[in-house]
Structures are given as C-alpha cells and as structure tokens.
C-alpha cells in the first residue's frame, strides 16, 4: 500500500512538472517603432498590417516579441538613436544611420503622381525640382543619392507627418506633385473623399524603382535573430500568407 502510494505520489509528481519544463523560456521583449498609419502596411490603431505582420511574425520566428510603439519616422530615427527604442521599421541603409541594419524584409513601390489637367512634363526625378512637392518623412534619405540632390535643390519640396495630408495637398491643388506609395496613395483616396475631390484623373510617374525596406536595431543581436527569423518566415511560406492577407487592398 505504502509502495503504491510512493508511485502515486510519483507519477503526480512528474506529471505537474513536464508541462513547467516543456515551457519555452520567456521571449525577448524588443521595442519596435513603427509609422504612423498607413494602410495597407500599418493599421495603427488595430495594431496589423502587411508590414506590420511580417515585421511582428519574423521575430517571434526568433524567440523574439514586438512591442510596438507608432510615431511620425523623423521622431523614431531620433528615439532609435538616443536608445529609446531597439529597433525601427521602414529604413535603410541610405538613412546613413550608425545602427545593424536587418536583410530587406519588403518593398514599397513609390510614385510621383500628380493632378492629369496640370500636364506637367516629369521624364526624370530631376524634373521634380521644378515643381512643389509633398513627400513622406525621411524620404529624402530613403530614396537614394538623385532624390536627394532634388530636395537639395528644392526650395518648394516638404515632408509629412501623417502620409494622408499629401493627398489632401495634391487634390486641393496646394502641391503640384506628391510623391508616396502608389498603395498608400490609392487607399487614403477613399478616406478623403468626403472633404474633396479624389476622383479627379492624376498622371502616375513611375519614376523609383522599387524601394527596398530593412529593419534597424541597436544592436548586432537583435539584427541577426530578426534575420534568421525572416528566412525561417519566408521558408515556411508564412511570409506569403501574410501577402495574401492584403491581396485585394489597393495596389
């Protein structure tokens, strides 16, 4: 009887253990900032979004949990910098930062668009120096060396906070040219709509290639891990669930 019990006592034993040694360690908790909204990539206040999925499911790939924190892209570079945060999302390389920069985990496909009726002649990213232009923030760092050498030579060119103001410039004929996400543009079209015109026919100039993303952490750890998550996300195929999500957003 006394044998019996022992064993009971035993098997409870192990029982109520396995599941506590089973557990994973506790995740690594990064603060990540991110953009203010901009659909399709970041819904802000529902906390999703194609870049925002892929970002938050690659490093949990690695052991690793997002903590988002959402502000305009000017004020996260200075927070990264100052070492308010571990990482920020919707860099590169060309930001010049002294920070590890991830592999690129997405593209944005930026335009310049700009009002059919006005007939402006853009062959070249040059030509955009003649005219007023609304950019998103950082953008004179993100696009490369030749945007760049515009906005120096732009007295006319501004940048913005929140990316639907640029739409609300274009179609109130307050810029000549806003320059953005071709997705971006489309989906803030359809929040405008009811203070202006947004079915007025623009020129799309196709002037950037495609622009490619990376991630920028403090530290060479926190870049690696993200990497290997990335390529573990991608192998899975979870990265293009994550795409397909948003197929049918505008594009």
């Keep these: ?4 019990l022992g064993r009971l006592l035993g098997l409870f034993w192990v029982s109520w253990c396995l599941p506590a040694l089973a557990a ?3 995740a690594v908790v990064l603060q990540i900032g991110f953009g203010t909204n901009k659909p399709p990539y970041v819904f802000e206040t529902e906390r999703r979004g194609l870049e925002f999925d892929i970002v ?36 590169n390389s ?21 009002l059919a009726q006005r007939k402006l002649v853009i062959n070249d990213i040059s030509d955009l120096q003649r005219y007023s232009v609304s950019a998103f923030q950082r953008a004179r760092q993100l696009l490369g060396p030749q945007f760049e ?60 290639a495609a622009t490619p993303y990376q991630m920028a952490f403090r530290y060479q750890w926190q870049r690696d891990s993200f990497d290997r998550g990335l390529a573990l996300l991608r ?7 994550i795409e397909a999500r948003y197929d049918n957003y505008p594009g």
Excluded: C
């Excluded at 985990?105 to 335009?111: D, G, M």
């Excluded at 489309?186 to 929040?191: A, S």
């Design 1 to 4: 009887m006394v044998m019996k």
């Design 24 to 26: 994973p360690p506790h």
């Design 56 to 91: 938050v499911e690659a490093a949990r790939r690695a052991g690793m949990e997002v903590r988002p924190f959402f502000a305009p892209m000017e004020r996260l570079q200075g927070m990264l910098l100052q070492g308010r945060l571990d990482g920020i999302a919707t860099t």
């Design 94 to 114: 060309y930001s010049r930062m002294k920070v590890y920069f991830s592999q690129p985990y997405l593209e944005y496909h930026n335009v310049a668009v700009a």
């Design 149 to 208: 050498a515009m906005v120096a030579a732009n007295p006319r060119y501004r940048e913005e906070a929140e990316q639907k103001v640029r739409n609300l410039l274009l179609y109130s004929g307050r810029v000549d040219v806003i320059v953005g996400d071709w997705r971006i543009i489309r989906y803030f079209n359809q929040e405008i709509a009811r203070d202006l015109d947004a079915k007025q026919p623009v020129t799309v100039y196709r002037l950037f």
């Design 235 to 241: 192998k899975s195929g979870g990265y293009r669930e």
